[in-house]
């Protein structure tokens, strides 16, 4: 089947079987590497893009699923000026060792710091906690995600 | 980890749905389990029928004080309901419960229902709002109470050629408070134990279990002695009563007395 998906506000155009998972569209058919495949099936968050504005695991869902619908991957999240609030505070606050999960966090966070700009504590590492890092121990994650909920709010 | 090949059907209304339901054929709704079981090859059906086109299954509405709620319902829509919130708040509680946000963004209320996970939190909340699940087939509708839905592990009385199109959940008892309570290793994972309460003092009394069985328990022992004025802990004593494993038995009695608390609150 040929489908078109946008990403990041550019359309691109792919032959994928109905059981193409959207994680590999975005991978393999448009090149985007940022997000990252972990345990596919639904568990680590790596994959985490948004939908139409809100975090899905791109794992579990068809890429044939996201026909005419507009997702963002983290390499949308950067704008002209530079990279976005939360990018710097992971960077600042020592969020990530490896990596490899820091695409997942970033979209699951602005997503929810979009809709909860001022979550408590709680809500917050609750919020957290559909998103798997290995390395870290969260605690540099919570920091960086309450500076950039703070920058975001214009505190 | 590579779903097996399949052949796919995207139709766009229940009409066009029903004829391609059957035995070699499977519903992906919001794919948050279903997904993960193809991708593990646990589920290797020879057509996928995506209902997530049909937008007519996709609705919250009171009518006549009865809450009905599409099977297309996506779980975030369900959690941000304010309709919900204030008549139905055991519903509101448990949606909390259910995965991660990241989930529930994509995962639906029928797909919940209708794929019976045992450790599932809407199955236990619906049954003890005794909700009714209206399943739809080419020869028409029929609706199966939530009490007699549930058959064992990702088992229930829907037949291959049935599409669950609907949840009804009756009107709120007057003075009626819920609770909810569930444990689980960590927070979104899968809940070990859990327990739905609804008390109307002297009135009425649900009281449903998650983890003491295949599917939803309804404590009738611990019903019965809350509406002849029992205490929540002796309740909630008797509501694990027939819980072999002792861990359980502890939690399932220990997350009824909090939910019951919570509802008499």
């Known amino acids: 089947m040929r489908i078109s998906v946008e990403i990041n506000g550019r359309e691109y155009e792919g032959e994928v079987e109905p059981r193409t998972l959207l994680s590999d569209f975005i991978r393999h058919t448009a090149g985007l590497t940022g997000t990252k495949v972990g345990c596919e099936q639904g568990v680590c968050g790596a994959c985490t893009v948004q939908l139409d504005g809100e975090a899905v695991r791109s794992c579990l869902m068809l890429a044939v699923q996201a026909r005419g619908r507009a997702l963002r991957t983290v390499e949308g999240l950067a704008g002209e000026g530079g990279m976005h609030p939360l990018q710097r505070a992971f960077h600042e606050a020592h969020a990530l060792q490896c990596g490899f999960c820091t695409p997942g966090f970033l979209m699951s966070m602005e997503a929810f710091l979009r809709e909860h700009p001022h979550a408590s504590d709680e809500d917050l590492r609750e919020a957290l906690a559909g998103n798997l890092c290995r390395c870290t121990g969260y605690l540099g994650i919570v920091e960086a995600v309450e500076q950039a909920a703070r920058e975001l709010r214009g505190d | 980890m590579k779903p097996p090949p399949f052949e796919y059907e995207a139709p766009s209304s229940v009409e066009e749905a029903l004829p391609l339901l059957g035995l070699d054929s499977t519903v992906l709704a919001g794919g948050q389990s279903l997904v993960p079981l193809l991708n593990l090859r646990l589920a290797q059906p020879e057509l996928i029928v995506d209902i997530n086109g049909i937008a007519e299954l996709d609705y919250i509405r009171a009518e006549d004080g ?20 204030e008549r139905w708040p ?27 996970d045992p450790a599932a939190e809407l199955p236990v909340a619906l049954t003890a709002l005794g909700a009714r699940f209206h399943l739809r087939s080419p020869g028409g509708t029929r609706p199966v109470d939530a ?10 009385v829907r037949e291959p050629d049935e599409l669950l199109v609907e949840v009804e959940v009756p009107e709120p008892i007057d003075g009626a408070g819920s609770g909810f309570a569930e444990h689980a290793r960590t927070h979104g994972d899968f809940a070990t134990a ?28 611990a019903e019965r002695a809350l509406t002849g004025g029992a205490e929540p802990r002796e309740a909630a004593a008797l509501s694990a009563q027939d819980v072999e494993d002792e861990h359980r038995r502890a939690l399932c009695t220990e997350l009824a007395r909090r939910a019951i608390e919570e509802a008499m609150a």
Do not use: C, N, W
């Open chain 2, 66 to 85: 009865t809450l009905r709620i599409g099977a297309m319902t996506r779980q975030v829509t369900l959690e941000r309901s304010e309709l919900v919130k």
């Open chain 2, 90 to 116: 055991l519903l509101s509680k448990a949606i909390g419960l259910v995965g991660h946000a990241q989930i529930r963004s994509r995962g639906t209320v029928g797909g919940s229902v209708a794929h019976a």
């Open chain 2, 147 to 156: 009490a007699d839905f549930f058959l064992g592990p990702l088992y229930t």
């Open chain 2, 194 to 221: 859990g327990a739905a309460a609804i008390m109307a003092p002297g009135v009425h009394a649900a009281v449903v279990l998650l983890g003491a069985g295949p599917m939803p328990v309804r404590a009738e022992a």
